[in-house]
């Protein structure tokens, strides 16, 4: 309509053109815009920053609780993906779940039982070692992920799979340890988790070892899901060409994504910075009441 009018039609004969009626075209032309549209236009504008700040990778859920954290505002979900649609933009889906087959035999004392609970950061660590390809060949990534605020707490990154590669993760989480209670170590069977250099490590810095069952994904699940959410969200988004790029990527990934700005839903969709900072103004509460009474 519009068209036809800068084109010198009249806006009579335009609406006669295409056959609308010229009630609705005023209508439409000078209707105000709902406190709903306003809502809605408002709604895409922070739905869009909220998106591009999470790398493209949020979807409803993630966006939902960052509109609530980040601005204090409830919006339903059907809303939000109206708003999506509209934007044309969507989250990236999770990792597939796979199921081991092979058998479930325990070859060392597994301390948690698949019970990954923690009541303080540094009670649970989990690790575990990823590989993935270059056009260089295959870099390894081994990761400390703290049960507590699901912080990845200390990485490596190396061209081999080995027991110093284990032992530098480690040795990097290790700056976060207090005294302040025990703090128990969690790894599968691996090759480089089983070997004296590590073992020895773990007694250095006076951890409690404890591995999961042979062949069990789920003996290590919160580890596996971090991979999960490490190989949807960067790995698998483009071909890397040189271990530099990949490394790059790996740590911009973890030091300035996952651990300070995305949301993870197993911790009310706080990030790890966030739920850690919640933890230690809890902490310098209950002091200040002891210290009154």
């Not at 990534?141 to 993760?169: E, F, H, P, Q």
Request: hydrophobic share 35%.
């Amino acid at each position: 309509m519009r068209g036809l009018h800068s084109l010198g039609f009249s806006e009579r004969y335009a609406c006669a053109i295409v056959d609308l009626p010229r009630s609705t075209y005023q209508d439409i032309k000078y209707r105000l815009p709902s406190n709903r549209d306003l809502r809605q236009l408002g709604l895409e504008g922070l739905v869009k920053d909220i998106h591009e700040r999470s790398r493209a990778t949020y979807g409803v859920l993630r966006i939902r609780a960052a509109l609530e954290i980040e601005h204090g505002l409830i919006v339903n979900t059907k809303l939000i993906r109206k708003v999506m649609n509209r934007l044309n933009i969507k989250g990236i889906p999770g990792p597939r779940k796979g199921y081991s087959n092979l058998k479930n035999v325990a070859t060392c004392e597994d301390l948690l039982q698949r019970d990954f609970s923690a009541s303080r950061p540094n009670e649970v660590w989990l690790t575990d070692i990823t590989e993935h390809p270059t056009r260089e060949g295959k870099l390894y990534c081994c990761g400390v992920l703290d049960m507590y605020s699901r912080k990845i707490v200390g990485w490596a990154i190396g061209r081999r799979c080995t027991s110093d590669l284990v032992n530098t993760a480690l040795m990097n989480a290790s700056g976060r340890l207090d005294g302040d209670g025990y703090t128990v170590i969690h790894s599968d069977h691996g090759s480089q988790f089983t070997s004296w250099a590590f073992s020895e490590k773990v007694r250095q810095l006076g951890l409690l070892s404890s591995m999961g069952t042979v062949g069990d994904a789920y003996d290590n699940a919160p580890m596996e899901s971090f991979w999960g959410s490490l190989q949807v969200e960067l790995l698998n988004r483009q071909t890397w060409h040189t271990f530099v790029e990949l490394s790059s990527a790996i740590a911009d990934y973890i030091e300035n994504f996952y651990n300070t700005n995305r949301r993870h839903s197993s911790i009310g969709y706080l990030t790890p910075h966030e739920y850690e900072e919640l933890h230690t103004r809890k902490e310098q509460a209950q002091l200040l009441q002891t210290v009154a009474h």
